[in-house]
């Protein structure tokens, strides 16, 4: 399973967007399996974010499995951390760790708790959760980078509701100012929170010109095409932060989860997983 | 009254002339170091660090959240972030990203919460840092340290640089006597024991550890014998000294510029009355402060010689 990055970077460009796909597939029935254990998480997000997640682990990021403190990764920062079933499933796919520990979500004592912890899991580089702290990480990682001389990358993937935290504009605002083309924002932009539509709850749109007046070259972008998240992802910008808003669909991947809120981290019955697993398989 | 004794003179020493000295010294040698700061440059005396090391002072304006996380993010990467901020709004603003960011993460970052207390007294409430003992102690993966002196700053400083874990210290705004004696070593976790007593044991850090001295000057002049310890170290604290105080001397009084509720009064107390309950006076702040000068307040709460003195005799009587 390890070498799907290596087919990934073989894979010519009109290739790779299919692998990608079938690989976000596999992410996604690896998500639902994790959850389906401990019967908690978080599976409205962790499908939305599984495209991006599966693109950057299996195609973008400059990452050595077997020495996750590598001084020159890639950084990646998932700072909407309740999304850590996806996260822990890329992590395991991708080699950080056994797929086998994935059983261990959310059990008494186990490393893999409901948001990600740096201390105890390789490829995590910061402890998130509470919301609006990722940014601000990530900012420091690319400033750090900078200092070192390094031309090694950060990536902060952030949820859209999240952006309601004003720790993300005082990030942004100093991003932009520092013109930190080493630092990526990819906002999962699923419209939805834990409880209402994020327009209904507290307005982010226009949200492209938000980071745009903050000094972010801005892309918009469907977060589920796999081969242009990939040539986004891939490139290197300018002289301003990027910042990509994904627009994705909570719950992508199976109809019955796909854009409804009390999916936010609704568990799937017994009956509903292998309703979902079908699907996934099918596509 | 002893002649040994290391009662200050009325000489007094700037800790923040001491904190910038300290910190281009060190950057000089260790590039690993970087100041990161809330438009305080000037505030946290890093002019003449910025002017050193232009690329290593971060400024990230006046946004305490995204500066520790900033921190966190150049931990992430090696360096190791000396955080410059006013102590009420680095503890206050940031709280969580001191949790999250710093404690947990178990990065190696030093936040310097700078006039600490009620150094803006005239200021109000709002810019009082007397509840940042009881918040840094909450968080138990963090040392919290209070030098007392500017030979206490430099050497916390110099033992943070290289300690390898979360740091919570203040630095203190106004000139304070010396009360380190110069061949004393500086020792995280460890009292240090300014003066010997018998009769009663007064704890004090930072600010209060000069007033206590001068505490133990009054008693003596009643014939009461009082150990002076200096608790640098407020976590993880020294509970051997502390239950050595209370069996030895049998009666504890604690001092602090900070609010009596979870600082060092509680620390200490939490560590007798689970290992040797003797009775206890905690001085402190009460509750918020009215607006005055530091010096005002600090006579206001009875945080003077006089007022430690007549706590001792109380509990002496």
């Given at each position: 399973?390890?070498?799907?990055?290596?087919?990934?970077?073989?894979?010519?460009?009109?290739?790779?967007?299919?692998?990608?796909?079938?690989?976000?597939?596999?992410?996604?029935?690896?998500?639902?399996?994790?959850?389906?254990?401990?019967?908690?998480?978080?599976?409205?997000?962790?499908?939305?974010?599984?495209?991006?997640?599966?693109?950057?682990?299996?195609?973008?990021?400059?990452?050595?499995?077997?020495?996750?403190?590598?001084?020159?990764?890639?950084?990646?920062?998932?700072?909407?951390?309740?999304?850590?079933?996806?996260?822990?499933?890329?992590?395991?796919?991708?080699?950080?760790?056994?797929?086998?520990?994935?059983?261990?979500?959310?059990?008494?004592?186990?490393?893999?708790?409901?948001?990600?912890?740096?201390?105890?899991?390789?490829?995590?580089?910061?402890?998130?959760?509470?919301?609006?702290?990722?940014?601000?990480?990530?900012?420091?990682?690319?400033?750090?980078?900078?200092l070192?001389?390094?031309?090694?990358?950060?990536?902060?993937?952030?949820?859209?509701?999240?952006?309601?935290?004003?720790?993300?504009?005082?990030?942004?605002?100093?991003?932009?100012?520092?013109?930190?083309?080493?630092?990526?924002?990819?906002?999962?932009?699923?419209?939805?929170?834990?409880?209402?539509?994020?327009?209904?709850?507290?307005?982010?749109?226009?949200?492209?010109?938000?980071?745009?007046?903050?000094?972010?070259?801005?892309?918009?972008?469907?977060?589920?095409?796999?081969?242009?998240?990939?040539?986004?992802?891939?490139?290197?910008?300018?002289?301003?932060?990027?910042?990509?808003?994904?627009?994705?669909?909570?719950?992508?991947?199976?109809?019955?989860?796909?854009?409804?809120?009390?999916?936010?981290?609704?568990?799937?019955?017994?009956?509903?997983?292998?309703?979902?697993?079908?699907?996934?398989?099918?596509? | 009254?002893?002649?040994?004794?290391?009662?200050?003179?009325?000489?007094?020493?700037?800790?923040r002339v001491a904190f910038a000295e300290t910190m281009i010294e060190m950057a000089r040698v260790d590039p690993r170091i970087v100041a990161v700061c809330n438009?305080s440059v000037g505030s946290s005396n890093l002019n003449a660090f910025q002017k050193e090391f232009p690329d290593r002072l971060i400024n990230?304006?006046?946004?305490?959240?995204?500066?520790?996380?900033?921190?966190?993010?150049?931990?992430?990467?090696?360096f190791v972030p000396f955080v410059s901020c006013?102590?009420?709004?680095?503890?206050?603003?940031?709280?969580?990203?001191?949790?999250?960011?710093?404690?947990?993460?178990?990065?190696?970052?030093v936040?310097c919460?700078q006039?600490?207390?009620?150094?803006?007294?005239?200021?109000?409430?709002?810019?009082?840092?007397?509840?940042?003992?009881?918040?840094?102690?909450?968080?138990?993966?963090?040392?919290?340290?209070?030098?007392?002196?500017?030979?206490?700053?430099r050497?916390?400083l110099?033992?943070?640089a290289?300690?390898?874990?979360?740091?919570?210290?203040?630095i203190?705004?106004?000139?304070?006597?010396?009360?380190?004696?110069?061949?004393?070593?500086?020792?995280?976790?460890?009292?240090?024991?300014?003066?010997?007593?018998?009769?009663?044991?007064?704890?004090?850090?930072?600010?209060?550890?000069?007033?206590?001295?001068?505490?133990?000057?009054?008693?003596?002049?009643?014939?009461?014998?009082?150990?002076?310890?200096?608790?640098?170290?407020?976590?993880?604290?020294?509970?051997?000294?502390?239950?050595?105080?209370?069996?030895?001397?049998?009666?504890?009084?604690?001092?602090?510029?900070?609010?009596?509720?979870?600082?060092?009064?509680?620390?200490?107390?939490?560590?007798?009355?689970?290992?040797?309950?003797?009775?206890?006076?905690?001085?402190?702040?009460?509750?918020?402060?009215?607006?005055?000068?530091?010096?005002?307040?600090?006579?206001?709460?009875?945080?003077?010689?006089?007022?430690?003195?007549?706590?001792?005799?109380?509990?002496?009587?």
């Amino acid at each position: 399973m390890t070498d799907l990055h290596a087919k990934v970077a073989a894979a010519n460009d009109a290739d790779r967007g299919a692998l990608l796909a079938r690989i976000a597939d596999e992410v996604r029935i690896c998500i639902l399996h994790t959850i389906d254990g401990p019967k908690m998480g978080h599976i409205g997000g962790d499908f939305s974010v599984a495209d991006v997640l599966t693109t950057l682990f299996f195609g973008v990021l400059k990452l050595d499995p077997t020495d996750p403190r590598w001084a020159e990764r890639d950084r990646f920062i998932l700072s909407k951390g309740h999304c850590s079933a996806a996260l822990y499933s890329v992590l395991a796919m991708r080699g950080f760790f056994p797929v086998a520990d994935l059983k261990t979500f959310m059990a008494p004592l186990s490393a893999l708790n409901g948001h990600p912890n740096r201390r105890k899991i390789p490829g995590v580089e910061a402890n998130t959760g509470p919301l609006g702290h990722g940014l601000p990480i990530g900012l420091g990682c690319a400033i750090a980078a900078r200092l070192a001389g390094s031309d090694r990358r950060t990536f902060v993937v952030l949820g859209d509701g999240e952006l309601q935290e004003g720790s993300n504009w005082e990030a942004a605002m100093a991003a932009g100012h520092r013109g930190l083309s080493n630092l990526t924002a990819i906002v999962d932009r699923n419209r939805l929170q834990q409880g209402a539509r994020t327009e209904d709850t507290n307005r982010l749109e226009p949200l492209a010109d938000k980071w745009r007046s903050f000094g972010w070259e801005v892309h918009e972008v469907d977060g589920h095409d796999h081969a242009r998240l990939y040539a986004l992802l891939s490139a290197r910008g300018g002289s301003q932060p990027r910042c990509l808003v994904a627009r994705t669909i909570k719950g992508k991947g199976v109809s019955f989860i796909e854009d409804r809120v009390e999916w936010h981290h609704k568990v799937p019955s017994a009956e509903q997983v292998q309703l979902a697993l079908k699907e996934l398989a099918v596509r | 009254m002893n002649e040994m004794s290391p009662t200050p003179n009325t000489t007094t020493f700037d800790c923040r002339v001491a904190f910038a000295e300290t910190m281009i010294e060190m950057a000089r040698v260790d590039p690993r170091i970087v100041a990161v700061c809330n438009d305080s440059v000037g505030s946290s005396n890093l002019n003449a660090f910025q002017k050193e090391f232009p690329d290593r002072l971060i400024n990230v304006g006046i946004a305490e959240q995204n500066m520790v996380g900033v921190a966190a993010g150049l931990a992430n990467g090696g360096f190791v972030p000396f955080v410059s901020c006013a102590s009420p709004f680095l503890t206050g603003r940031a709280l969580e990203q001191i949790k999250a960011d710093v404690a947990y993460n178990n990065y190696h970052i030093v936040l310097c919460g700078q006039s600490p207390g009620m150094s803006y007294g005239e200021l109000g409430p709002t810019h009082h840092s007397i509840e940042d003992f009881a918040w840094m102690r909450a968080l138990t993966d963090l040392t919290i340290l209070v030098p007392a002196d500017p030979q206490q700053t430099r050497d916390a400083l110099r033992w943070s640089a290289t300690a390898n874990r979360p740091i919570f210290m203040r630095i203190g705004r106004f000139k304070v006597p010396a009360v380190t004696p110069e061949s004393e070593a500086f020792t995280v976790g460890r009292a240090s024991v300014l003066r010997e007593g018998t009769d009663v044991t007064l704890i004090a850090c930072g600010t209060m550890v000069s007033r206590a001295l001068q505490a133990a000057d009054q008693l003596a002049a009643k014939g009461v014998s009082a150990r002076v310890l200096n608790m640098t170290t407020i976590q993880p604290l020294d509970e051997a000294a502390v239950i050595a105080a209370a069996t030895e001397t049998g009666r504890i009084v604690t001092v602090e510029e900070a609010i009596i509720h979870g600082g060092l009064g509680s620390a200490v107390a939490e560590c007798v009355v689970q290992n040797a309950p003797v009775p206890m006076r905690i001085l402190g702040v009460p509750h918020l402060a009215p607006t005055g000068s530091n010096a005002f307040l600090l006579d206001h709460f009875g945080l003077n010689a006089e007022g430690i003195a007549n706590a001792a005799l109380a509990l002496v009587a």
